[in-house]
């Protein structure tokens, strides 16, 4: 009897290899030829897109923002030749940690094609390799590193517009328009806070203004009056934080208490938003921010905007500024996606190399945030930031003040 | 957020510390050449300190005295949450020889009772304006009410992270309620993530009691704000200080304590009640908790479920520096710590994000030279 199970366990075993021998269904050339193969769906699967985002924590608004704006598109996006899109948003607390755990997840799922995002700069340098290697391409509407272009990556592109813009842009507006003399700088030690702050620091000397402090304080605390006492000591007109909401909100609190209330808090993007209004009330009057390019008003937008508060009850924009990026992302996305798809024997098939070519070879795709097309580094906006001032309870643009 | 790796790290940092075993005669050869280099190292490193302090306050000055007042505040407010945190790290030590490192959540916990106090306050309607609501019109006893459901909350988890937790371990090696008190804390963060969210917060204070404004001094042409939370939670700290030490010192309870600290059987023999004396040790140290997590809440303003995890270790930092285990070392620690990181910084020139490097560097010094602490730990007779 021993005997013969062992027999039986043999046969099994040899039978399991032959059968990996045996022809497999036949794909079509165009996925043979693809280095990276391709996705397939069977009837009634659904092509995803991907996005990691902040969902939690102190800079949540940003993910809850930009995944909502990208759910509108991919409900706009329609199908493509009769499969239905989904959009799969998770939480990468915009962490470097949190960004490699969402992309070793979007990689494992078969059915992700492309991704939005990442959001946050730190997170989207950590998951860049781990697509690359999947062959999955990125649309990010928000990561503005510089350096994420210049990695040499086949997959990251983003819409939108780099530090690079935004960095010497507000640094020109500090000196010239504002007319500040004396620039303190303070930062949170990430990729793109302490980026920002480089580069802003950088140009504004070479304006001709002074950088008298340039401080980096630790993310994730409560109390910064000891940092911003100390930045005191050198009377600066204007402090310029490189970071995010969460710890910008407190810092434009603490600077009313610390003997910086006549200087002029001046954010960045990452600093803008709804939450900014409601964590610094009256300490917030006044405070600047450089926010993504002026998006311009088109019917489309008004369309995407009733939409937005329709389906979630505050007005597109408000939340954070890149509403509209989330959309053009995920909406661009899609209609790539489109164009390199194929149906074959009932299944529909995208080649996935295909698809990171024809992403990075956008050509004047029309937005709601503006007209995108890409370069050979990926990167597919070139505009200049706009500036945002807080007035009575809101922000509004600093040129109509 | 950016908290998870830190938290891991510091977490699985305290358990090596814990835990670290060093084999019995590799520890008596090393023993001689340690005595002779730890005080050296430790030399070099002060001398070093010295030698800034010297050169930023007396050669460069690059501060003025407004600036340098308005360090020391900021480090007097700190330094008193930290002491109230400190305290219950303390107490609990005294008597059962246990780092409860809960503690920093039990505070967390507290936070959130004042928080929602607060929040339901500030929604009910007084009057007949509309605008005016009770936390407003009544705002002394809103606060009142914000303490005691704050203590409340945060005294009845010390009881039942004691009870549920603790209790059942006593006769164990020491490093098991060790692990089940790291283990207590992951689980209150991540219980109170589920139920309230992780969205950070916004404490809604009182109008008397708004954030930012304050007392103003002129000093060097100046205006140095003194925060009301400031003073409020400096003072609070205080007299909760004093009541703990009179508690421990003057009343049955404290006696008590003193005679479980002491010796546990031979109390029993006497009559005290062992399990309700750690029980009401627990008690006391939550309510201080949650007493620094509302005044924390008040004066910072944001809270989530990780509020109580960095002053937590701070606060265990006061205490050993203290001397742990000693109730005014605890005082004293906190109050060290707390003037240490936000005038540290600046008297030696160095950037603030080293802060606690600065905090944790002054600890092993006074370790090395000290190692029972700055005010020793008490002999058995007198501890507490």
Same mark, same amino acid.
């Given at each position: 009897m021993k005997k013969f199970m062992k027999v039986v366990f043999v046969l099994s075993i040899a039978a399991f290899l032959f059968a990996g021998c045996a022809p497999k269904a036949t794909l079509p050339?165009?996925c043979t030829?693809d280095a990276a193969g391709c996705a397939v769906?069977t009837?009634?699967q659904?092509?995803?897109?991907?996005?990691?985002?902040?969902?939690?924590?102190? /800079?949540?608004?940003?993910?809850?923002?930009?995944?909502?704006?990208?759910?509108?598109?991919?409900?706009?996006?329609?199908?493509?030749?009769?499969?239905?899109?989904?959009?799969?948003?998770?939480? +990468?607390?915009?962490?470097?940690?949190?960004?490699?755990?969402?992309?070793n997840?979007?990689v494992s799922d078969p059915a992700?094609?492309?991704?939005?995002?990442?959001?946050?700069?730190?997170?989207?340098?950590?998951?860049?390799?781990?697509?690359?290697k999947a062959?999955?391409?990125?649309?990010?509407?928000?990561?503005? /590193?510089?350096?994420?272009?210049?990695?040499?990556?086949?997959?990251?592109?983003?819409?939108?517009?780099?530090? %690079?813009?935004?960095?010497?842009?507000?640094?020109?507006?500090?000196?010239?328009?504002?007319?500040?003399? *004396? %620039?303190? %700088?303070?930062?949170?030690?990430?990729?793109?806070?302490?980026?920002?702050?480089?580069?802003?620091?950088?140009?504004?000397?070479?304006?001709?203004?002074?950088?008298?402090?340039?401080?980096?304080?630790?993310?994730?605390?409560?109390?910064?009056?000891?940092?911003?006492?100390?930045?005191?000591?050198?009377?600066?007109?204007?402090?310029?934080?490189?970071?995010?909401?969460?710890?910008?909100?407190?810092?434009? *609190?603490?600077?009313?208490?610390?003997?910086?209330?006549?200087?002029?808090?001046?954010?960045?993007?990452?600093?803008?938003?709804? +939450?900014?209004?409601?964590?610094?009330?009256? *300490?917030?009057?006044?405070?600047?921010?450089?926010?993504?390019?002026?998006?311009?008003?088109?019917?489309?937008?008004?369309?995407? /905007?009733?939409?937005?508060?329709?389906?979630?009850?505050?007005?597109?924009?408000?939340?954070?500024?890149?509403?509209?990026?989330?959309? +053009?992302?995920?909406?661009?996305?899609?209609?790539?996606?489109?164009?390199?798809?194929?149906? +074959?024997g009932?299944k %529909?098939?995208?080649?996935?190399?295909?698809?990171?070519?024809?992403?990075? /070879?956008?050509?004047?795709?029309?937005?709601?945030?503006?007209?995108?097309?890409?370069?050979?580094?990926?990167?597919?906006?070139?505009?200049?930031?706009?500036?945002?001032?807080?007035?009575?309870?809101?922000?509004?643009?600093?040129?109509?003040? | 957020?950016?908290?998870?790796?830190?938290?891991?790290?510091?977490?699985?940092?305290?358990?090596?510390?814990?835990?670290?075993?060093?084999?019995?005669?590799?520890?008596?050869?090393?023993?001689?050449?340690?005595?002779?280099?730890?005080?050296?190292?430790?030399?070099?490193?002060?001398?070093?300190?010295?030698?800034?302090?010297?050169?930023?306050?007396?050669?460069?000055?690059?501060?003025?005295? !407004?600036?340098?007042?308005?360090? &020391?505040?900021?480090?007097?407010?700190?330094?008193?949450?930290? =002491?109230?945190?400190?305290?219950?790290?303390?107490?609990?030590?005294?008597?059962?020889?246990?780092?409860? @490192?809960?503690?920093?959540?039990?505070?967390?916990?507290? $936070?959130?009772?004042?928080?929602?106090? @607060?929040?339901?306050?500030?929604?009910?309607?007084?009057?007949? !304006?509309?605008?005016?609501?009770?936390?407003?019109?009544?705002?002394?006893?809103?606060?009142?009410? $914000? @303490?005691?459901?704050?203590?409340?909350?945060?005294?009845?988890?010390?009881?039942? &992270?004691?009870?549920?937790?603790?209790?059942?371990?006593?006769?164990?090696?020491?490093?098991?309620?060790?692990?089940?008190?790291?283990?207590?804390?992951?689980? &209150?963060?991540?219980?109170?993530?589920?139920? @309230? =969210?992780?969205?950070?917060?916004?404490?809604?204070?009182?109008?008397?009691?708004?954030?930012?404004?304050?007392?103003?001094?002129?000093?060097?042409?100046?205006?140095?704000?003194?925060?009301?939370?400031?003073?409020?939670?400096?003072?609070?700290?205080?007299?909760?200080?004093?009541?703990?030490?009179?508690?421990?010192?003057?009343?049955?309870?404290?006696?008590?304590?003193?005679?479980?600290?002491?010796?546990?059987?031979?109390?029993?023999?006497?009559?005290?009640?062992?399990?309700?004396?750690?029980?009401?040790?627990?008690?006391? =140290?939550?309510?201080?908790?949650?007493?620094?997590?509302?005044?924390?809440?008040?004066?910072?303003?944001?809270?989530?479920?990780?509020?109580?995890?960095?002053?937590?270790?701070?606060?265990?930092?006061?205490?050993?520096?203290?001397?742990?285990?000693?109730?005014?070392?605890?005082?004293?620690?906190?109050?060290?710590?707390?003037?240490?990181?936000?005038?540290?910084?600046?008297?030696?020139?160095? !950037?603030?994000?080293?802060?606690?490097?600065?905090?944790?560097?002054?600890?092993?010094?006074?370790?090395?030279?000290?190692?029972?602490?700055?005010?020793?730990?008490?002999?058995?007779?007198?501890?507490?």
């Amino acid at each position: 009897m021993k005997k013969f199970m062992k027999v039986v366990f043999v046969l099994s075993i040899a039978a399991f290899l032959f059968a990996g021998c045996a022809p497999k269904a036949t794909l079509p050339a165009a996925c043979t030829s693809d280095a990276a193969g391709c996705a397939v769906f069977t009837s009634g699967q659904t092509v995803k897109i991907g996005m990691g985002a902040p969902m939690t924590g102190g /800079n949540a608004s940003y993910g809850i923002d930009i995944s909502q704006g990208a759910t509108i598109a991919i409900a706009d996006a329609g199908d493509v030749k009769g499969w239905k899109f989904a959009l799969d948003a998770e939480d +990468d607390q915009g962490a470097a940690e949190g960004g490699a755990a969402v992309a070793n997840k979007f990689v494992s799922d078969p059915a992700i094609v492309a991704v939005a995002g990442h959001i946050f700069s730190g997170a989207t340098a950590a998951a860049v390799p781990i697509y690359e290697k999947a062959g999955i391409p990125m649309l990010s509407p928000s990561a503005t /590193n510089p350096v994420l272009t210049t990695t040499g990556s086949k997959v990251f592109n983003r819409i939108a517009f780099s530090d %690079l813009m935004q960095g010497p842009g507000a640094a020109d507006y500090l000196y010239t328009t504002l007319k500040v003399k *004396n %620039l303190a %700088l303070l930062h949170d030690g990430t990729d793109y806070g302490k980026g920002l702050a480089d580069i802003v620091s950088k140009q504004f000397a070479k304006d001709g203004g002074t950088v008298v402090d340039e401080e980096a304080i630790t993310p994730g605390e409560t109390d910064y009056t000891a940092v911003l006492s100390s930045v005191a000591s050198k009377s600066p007109d204007a402090l310029y934080f490189g970071g995010y909401t969460a710890e910008g909100a407190i810092i434009a *609190n603490e600077m009313k208490q610390t003997g910086l209330e006549k200087a002029i808090f001046f954010g960045d993007d990452g600093t803008y938003g709804a +939450d900014f209004l409601t964590r610094t009330g009256s *300490n917030g009057e006044g405070a600047y921010a450089s926010i993504a390019p002026v998006s311009p008003d088109s019917p489309a937008k008004d369309k995407f /905007n009733a939409a937005y508060k329709a389906q979630f009850g505050k007005e597109a924009g408000s939340l954070s500024p890149y509403t509209w990026a989330g959309y +053009d992302s995920a909406a661009a996305l899609a209609s790539v996606i489109k164009s390199v798809a194929f149906v +074959d024997g009932g299944k %529909l098939y995208i080649p996935r190399t295909a698809l990171i070519t024809a992403v990075r /070879n956008l050509k004047g795709y029309v937005g709601l945030s503006g007209t995108f097309t890409c370069q050979s580094n990926g990167e597919c906006n070139t505009g200049s930031p706009q500036f945002v001032i807080v007035k009575s309870g809101a922000w509004v643009p600093a040129d109509k003040q | 957020m950016h908290h998870s790796p830190t938290k891991s790290i510091a977490r699985k940092a305290v358990i090596a510390i814990m835990t670290a075993d060093i084999p019995h005669d590799l520890k008596k050869k090393g023993n001689q050449l340690l005595k002779l280099i730890r005080p050296l190292l430790g030399g070099i490193v002060g001398l070093f300190l010295i030698y800034r302090l010297y050169v930023i306050l007396i050669v460069e000055h690059p501060y003025g005295p !407004d600036t340098w007042t308005r360090l &020391l505040i900021a480090g007097l407010i700190l330094g008193g949450v930290y =002491s109230l945190i400190a305290i219950g790290y303390t107490l609990v030590y005294g008597i059962l020889f246990m780092i409860n @490192f809960a503690h920093g959540d039990v505070m967390m916990l507290g $936070a959130f009772g004042g928080y929602f106090v @607060f929040e339901a306050l500030n929604a009910l309607k007084v009057g007949i !304006d509309a605008k005016s609501n009770f936390l407003n019109v009544y705002p002394y006893y809103s606060i009142i009410i $914000a @303490f005691i459901v704050g203590m409340t909350v945060a005294a009845l988890t010390g009881y039942f &992270l004691e009870k549920i937790a603790y209790r059942p371990l006593r006769k164990a090696p020491r490093l098991v309620p060790l692990i089940s008190a790291i283990g207590a804390s992951i689980f &209150l963060e991540n219980a109170v993530e589920l139920l @309230f =969210s992780p969205q950070l917060r916004n404490y809604t204070n009182p109008d008397i009691l708004h954030r930012g404004s304050g007392w103003t001094i002129v000093i060097n042409h100046s205006n140095v704000i003194v925060p009301y939370t400031g003073v409020f939670s400096f003072l609070l700290s205080a007299i909760l200080l004093v009541i703990v030490y009179t508690i421990v010192r003057k009343t049955r309870l404290g006696r008590a304590m003193r005679a479980v600290a002491l010796d546990k059987k031979t109390a029993a023999l006497m009559g005290v009640d062992v399990d309700s004396t750690i029980s009401q040790t627990f008690i006391l =140290s939550g309510a201080l908790a949650g007493a620094a997590g509302v005044m924390f809440g008040i004066h910072n303003g944001l809270i989530y479920y990780y509020t109580g995890f960095i002053p937590g270790i701070k606060a265990f930092t006061a205490a050993v520096l203290g001397g742990i285990g000693n109730l005014p070392g605890a005082m004293l620690g906190g109050m060290f710590l707390g003037i240490v990181e936000s005038v540290g910084p600046a008297a030696l020139g160095i !950037d603030f994000q080293l802060k606690d490097v600065l905090a944790f560097v002054i600890l092993i010094l006074v370790l090395i030279f000290k190692p029972s602490g700055l005010l020793g730990e008490s002999l058995a007779e007198e501890k507490l």
